[in-house]
Nanobody, 114 residues
């Protein structure tokens, strides 16, 4: 089992920034992929960003150019730097990792006020 603990969510005004962190622990094998998803109540969970073991990144069109994903392999931690936040970024953000199987954290709320 892999445990994921997110932090860094909160309330911010439009145009502001937040940085999310996610620390992984437990039976960690090589974490080939780490990333972030988000979900608004009543809507499907959306893939936000992924970072692969070689450092390659991938972003949803809606966040590309505003969000940056990074990872610290020594700390088993993945980050999401979110800049120029918009009200439509409001959601619960979930950390996810692939370590033999996919795992998700409990989520952290991000609220962007207009």
């Amino acid at each position: 089992q892999v445990q994921l603990v997110e932090s860094g969510g909160g309330l911010v005004q439009a145009g502001g920034s937040l940085r999310l962190s996610c620390a992984a622990s437990g039976s960690i094998s090589s974490m080939n992929v780490m990333g972030w998803d988000r979900q608004v109540p009543g809507k499907q969970r959306e893939r936000v960003a992924r970072i692969f073991s070689g450092g390659i990144t991938d972003y949803a069109d809606s966040v590309r150019g505003r969000f940056t994903i990074s990872r610290d392999n020594a700390k088993n931690t993945v980050y999401l730097q979110m800049n120029s936040l918009k009200p439509e970024d409001t959601a619960v953000y979930y950390c996810t990792v692939l370590s033999r199987a996919w795992y998700w954290g409990q989520g952290t709320q991000v609220t962007v006020s207009s």
